[in-house]
């Protein structure tokens, strides 16, 4: 499993000029860029914008070249609406709910993906003991155990199967 998310730490910038509350891209001052981490393809980061007086919107940046972002606007914040921003607001990678939220969609998405060979869901065990025992169930209870129940011809049952030659399951 690949995120497609990226994070990093302690990023941060502030806008080289000003944005509208319709802009799709922002723009860096030169060398911040590089505090930030990829994103190309479907890699993607969010970022938060904030002004001197505290407003801020939260943007997810689906491409970055150097200094210069490509961004989604409004996707986390409690605004409402885009707004405008001006040069030197502060751009910086924070934790957010939309952060968390793409995690457990993704982990979600993979809740089930195992490798069939070593994972399969069972109720029965076969055993191969002797050939008159071969292919009869080993029935367990809820909690794993070999079920009292189980006893065949071959009077297996859970008191008499071992690990070794001094411990018993119970």
Not at 31 to 42: I, K, N, Q, T, V
Request: glycine share 8%; charged share 25%; with cysteine.
């Amino acid at each position: 499993m690949t995120l497609a998310l990226q994070v990093e730490n302690k990023a941060s910038g502030s806008l080289d000029s000003g944005i509208s509350a319709s802009a799709t891209s922002l723009t860096l001052k030169a060398g911040e860029g590089a505090e930030f981490p990829s994103a190309s393809g479907d890699n993607y980061f969010y970022v938060t914008l904030q002004t001197a007086g505290g407003a801020w919107e939260v943007v997810k940046v689906t491409a970055k070249v150097s200094n210069t972002f490509t961004i989604e606007r409004n996707v986390d914040s409690s605004t409402g609406a885009a707004q405008a921003f001006s040069a030197d607001d502060i751009v910086s990678l924070r934790y957010c709910a939309s952060v968390i939220s793409d995690i457990v969609d993704e982990l979600n998405d993979h809740a089930d993906d195992h490798d069939s060979r070593f994972f399969t869901e069972t109720e029965h065990i076969n055993t191969s003991v002797g050939a008159a025992d071969a292919g009869k169930p080993i029935k367990l209870d809820s909690g794993g155990f070999i079920d009292d129940s189980m006893i065949n011809e071959a009077g297996i049952n859970h008191s008499n199967i071992t690990d070794d030659e001094s411990e018993k399951h119970r």
